[in-house]
């Protein structure tokens, strides 16, 4: 199984949303809802390609690098970070049956790291690709590729986990069976044609997955 992080697994967006919309403010420009949703499930390159294609040429990237994570680490030192209801629990079930995972995540190494660290996952999951692993981002398909060849399984012999229509269409391009458990906003009709299914909950996920497994005829361990 083959994962998302920011958003699927951990309780992470609203914090980068407020980092970034604070940061924008700080800045003397506004980053409002709708915008913000553009970036979501995005490589951090391409969201700040956004940034300039909506604020223009003047807009001060290099302040900005340096003061949205400021604000992002504050907050997470100050409150953490939160799994989603329902991982430990799904993380569980693949446990039970000796099933791999991976995370394949748009955030660069150094925040995948911090994110799981600080949400107590250290070592949980057997492959992390990053965006500093692939070529192309989300919706490219590259993550999800590189995640499969590094489990040493076939891309559609996978179940991937997503948040973000980006994710849904880069999981989907792959060739995995793609489910979207959405957080922010629900994903658009083009992105929910494209999924295998969409689920309120990572509960309901570790649902469908023990009636697959049955289906397949796997047992626990």
């Given amino acids: 199984m083959v994962f998302d992080m920011d958003g699927l697994m951990l309780d992470t967006e609203p914090t980068y949303k407020a980092a970034w919309q604070q940061a924008c403010t700080d ?3 506004t980053l409002d809802d709708a915008a913000y949703a553009r970036l979501v499930g995005r490589i951090t390159e391409d969201c700040e390609t956004e ?3 909506r604020f223009g040429s003047g ?3 290099s302040r900005f690098r340096v003061r949205w994570p400021e604000l992002w680490r504050a907050s997470v030192r100050l409150g953490g970070i939160q799994c989603k209801p329902g991982l430990l629990t799904l993380l569980g079930l693949l446990d039970d049956y000796g099933l791999p995972r991976a995370i394949a995540t748009s955030s660069e190494a150094e ?3 911090f994110s799981l660290r600080s949400a107590g996952l250290g070592g949980r999951f057997d492959v992390v690709v990053t ?3 692939v070529a192309d981002g989300k919706p490219a398909p590259d993550v999800f590729l590189e995640a499969a060849r590094r489990l040493s399984v076939r891309p559609n012999d996978c179940v991937a986990l997503e948040d973000s ?3 849904v269409w880069a999981a989907s391009q792959a060739g995995m069976t793609t489910i979207c458990v959405p957080d ?3 994903p658009s009709a083009a992105a929910a044609s494209v999924a295998h299914r969409v689920l ?4 309901e996920v570790r649902e469908l997955l023990s009636v697959m497994l049955a289906a397949d005829g796997k047992t626990g361990a």
């Fill in 200 to 203: 309120g909950s990572l509960d």
């Fill in 51 to 53: 940034l300039i294609q």
């Fill in 111 to 113: 925040y995948a790291e």
């Fill in 59 to 61: 807009f001060p990237m």
């Fill in 165 to 167: 229509d980006a994710g």
């Fill in 131 to 133: 965006s500093e692993d």
């Fill in 27 to 29: 800045l003397g420009f």
């Fill in 184 to 186: 922010l906003r629900p």
